[in-house]
């Protein structure tokens, strides 16, 4: 299907490709169905967006934490097991929302950019059901690279 993205422009989408959230994504819980688009001449890519096929605003640039040195250890409750549809964890993926921070005088486009930890999403990557864990408390753990 041809969707016109108001941030990716005129994109292809393969309907078996579509990421499902059941619960949406807070806020946008009109939002249940999604796209992950990527660069697919990196073979790891830095960045990744997520386009709702349901609203052609609603897009959102995420990354794989492991690229900012965040390595998590999520738990799920049955509940967000069932959703997923989730047997074993290995399917699972965890991405992580970038924003950006208005700068003082209030410019979107030259603040700083951000990462949503506390609030990742997981996505079955054989289901391709997702959602997203939010409220995570976040321990900080520094290590010496040498």
């Known amino acids: 299907m041809r969707f016109d993205s108001s941030l990716l422009g005129n994109v292809d989408i393969d309907e078996s490709t579509i990421i499902t959230f059941p619960q949406g994504i807070p806020a946008l819980e009109n939002c249940t169905r999604f796209k992950l688009f990527h660069n697919e001449s990196q073979t790891e890519p830095d960045l990744y967006w997520l386009q709702s096929p349901d609203d052609a605003d609603v897009t959102f640039s995420l990354t794989n934490p492991l690229k900012l040195g965040v390595r998590y250890e ?31 005088d209030g410019q979107v486009l030259l603040g700083s950019l ?27 753990l520094l290590h010496n690279q040498n």
């Open 74 to 104: 999520i738990d799920l409750n049955d509940d967000e097991t069932a959703l997923l549809e989730l047997q074993t964890p290995e399917p699972a993926v965890i991405l992580v929302m970038l924003y950006k921070e208005p700068s003082e």
């Open 114 to 140: 951000r990462a949503n930890i506390r609030n990742p999403l997981v996505i079955n990557t054989v289901t391709r059901k997702g959602l997203q864990k939010t409220g995570l408390n976040c321990d900080i």
